[in-house]
């Protein structure tokens, strides 16, 4: 059909359709594909800084030949700039492949420079199969998105996206799958933040020795992960890692849907040496996690404070899964001086399969207000929970459940072969169940999975409350005395009632009973505790013991002492006081 071509236009005609490119002088360079223009020897006689280039759908303007801020750069020597296109850049502008076979780390190096260079909101969208070794530039600008649904990468060696300084805040990484070798470089990792603020890295999969580093050298604040399922292999480091320095640091942790599983033989289910989740010396404030799934490491989740007097506090981690860990829970305060404080553990399962389900240890800095809620541990190498920690305050189980521990009997020792242990202070158990017929479970091959006592408790270590719990255990159902030692009004913070075996019977509740000093003659005396108490007074030279103002007794008395009601005593020569917290 007749078409009038006017000066500087082009007609191109293809077997199916006919057009009327009305493009003027300076859009004169198409190209197929991006290979086809980055390897044309055409130069700066052919081309004219500012034409317009097309190739394999993208478009580029043609740099001046003296400018060294250009993307991209064709084998003739001209220097082009990629023009956005949407929301961003396409990484196959830059000349990358994405076959599988290609190194594309130039391409994608030069796409986030670029990236980085607009202002504002914008993403870098990855489709294909790419090969990236060493670390890529650095994402350092506010509100950048790498686009990788539909993209895998295969990576060894260095950080694949690193979100760099306060000005790299609010990027994201979307729907990547992400493939480490076998055999990766030590140190390879897929992400990395510091300094960044609000951070996503969302709907990932793959294999990732290392996933996350954050704030190992400065403060983050904040980042979430959300649908995560890495696999790990071969792997010494950690997994997802939280700083360790004088300037690290975090707040605003976000994780949902994060599954992690290191590739072991679970016939020994031994040699584990990486960790999944660590908090380490910086100080972090609020980590929230709903629905971690964690298997074969040497620990799920440690939260080591090693060296700084900072806090980890403000924590809730729900709907969580260890399972096959050597260890799985572990809040260690060993240096330092730092509290790990308010943190909330609930409907849980954990299997600490060397050593313990659950530990609290240390004594350089505070365990405090910690509840772990509905958290089931199964087959620990040792105790389901331990508790050494030498500065607990308000730390509670309620509704716990620990069976078949002491998986590692013929090697433990002490009370290492029991299921609850507490060497120390400041807890409360209760709603709990501990050894294996009080949960009517049994593993077929596995007989002498249980714990030599259903609950230890060392001597004189108050306070605490062990109240409601069911236990049982091959020697016993526990293991534990009455409190001793003195001050003696200590005894009081003691308590250890309505517990009982698994067949139903009356198990460990005691008075915890204490002799106090006498009262000055005559003082009057009140119970300002809930507790209810039994009081006998014997001994020296008493005129009148008094309950309530009324007199009970001219030489002693036993009496029954209510929270709130007073007592008094008249002598000359001090008596005995034993005072008893009833059962």
């Not at 700084?308 to 829970?329: H, M, P, Q, R, W």
């Not at 013991?545 to 929270?563: D, K």
Request: proline share 2%; with cysteine; net charge neutral.
């Amino acid at each position: 059909f007749p078409v009038t071509i006017v000066a500087n236009n082009t007609l191109t005609v293809n077997y199916k359709e006919a057009r009327v490119e009305t493009s003027d002088a300076s859009r004169t360079h198409l190209f197929t594909t991006v290979a086809a223009l980055l390897a044309d020897t055409g130069t700066y006689t052919t081309y004219a800084a500012g034409q317009i280039v097309e190739a394999g759908g993208f478009r580029y303007q043609v740099a001046a030949s003296g400018a060294s801020d250009q993307h991209v750069t064709t084998a003739g020597g001209v220097k082009l700039y990629v023009l956005p296109s949407g929301d961003g850049y396409d990484v196959k502008a830059f000349g990358g492949v994405g076959n599988g076979v290609a190194n594309d780390t130039s391409a994608f190096s030069a796409a986030i420079a670029a990236l980085n260079a607009i202002g504002g909101s914008a993403a870098l969208r990855v489709s294909g199969n790419f090969i990236i070794n060493g670390s890529l530039t650095a994402i350092t600008s506010s509100d950048k998105t790498i686009d990788a649904y539909g993209g895998v990468i295969s990576h060894n060696g260095g950080t694949l996206f690193t979100f760099s300084g306060i000005s790299a805040s609010r990027g994201a990484v979307l729907g990547l799958r992400y493939v480490c070798p076998f055999s990766p470089t030590a140190g390879t990792c897929a992400f990395a933040i510091n300094g960044a603020n609000q951070i996503t890295i969302r709907d990932i999969t793959g294999i990732a020795n290392i996933l996350l580093q954050a704030g190992l050298s400065s403060f983050v604040g904040g980042y979430t992960l959300d649908n995560i399922q890495i696999s790990t292999i071969n792997g010494t480091q950690t997994v997802i890692e939280h700083g360790d320095g004088a300037n690290a640091g975090m707040s605003r942790v976000v994780m949902t849907a994060v599954g992690t599983s290191r590739v072991l033989d679970q016939t020994t289910l031994t040699g584990a040496t990486a960790t999944a989740i660590k908090f380490g010396a910086g100080g972090w404030d609020t980590f929230i996690a709903d629905g971690l799934l964690i298997n074969g490491y040497l620990y799920g989740l440690l939260v080591d404070r090693v060296s700084l007097a900072e806090n980890v506090t403000n924590s809730k981690v729900s709907n969580f899964y260890f399972d096959y860990c050597s260890n799985g829970i572990e809040l260690k305060n060993t240096a330092g001086g730092g509290g790990i404080n308010n943190w909330t553990f609930v409907n849980g399962w954990v299997a600490g399969m060397d050593n313990c389900g659950i530990r609290l240890t240390g004594g350089a800095g505070s365990h405090r207000n910690i509840t772990f809620s509905q958290v089931f541990i199964l087959t620990s190498g040792k105790s389901a929970i331990r508790l050494d920690s030498t500065a607990m305050d308000a730390v509670l189980f309620d509704g716990v459940r620990g069976w078949y521990s002491n998986r590692l009997n013929a090697t433990n020792t002490g009370s290492d072969q029991d299921d609850f242990v507490a060497l120390s202070g400041g807890w409360e158990c209760v709603n709990s169940s501990f050894g294996k017929s009080a949960n009517n479970i049994v593993i077929a091959g596995a007989p002498n999975w249980q714990g030599r006592y259903g609950a230890t408790i060392a001597p004189n270590v108050g306070p605490y409350r062990f109240s409601g719990n069911t236990l049982d255990g091959l020697t016993g159902p526990s293991q534990i005395t009455t409190f001793t030692a003195t001050p003696a009004g200590s005894a009081l913070s003691c308590s250890v009632v309505d517990n009982r075996t698994a067949t139903g019977a009356t198990a460990v509740n005691y008075a915890t009973t204490a002799t106090i000093t006498a009262p000055t003659s005559g003082a009057l005396q009140t119970n300002l505790t809930p507790l209810t108490m039994r009081m006998t007074v014997f001994g020296g030279t008493v005129t009148a013991v008094r309950h309530n103002g009324v007199q009970i007794g001219t030489t002693g008395a036993s009496f029954t002492l209510f929270p709130g009601e007073t007592w008094q005593v008249d002598y000359t020569i001090a008596p005995t006081v034993v005072r008893s917290v009833a059962p």
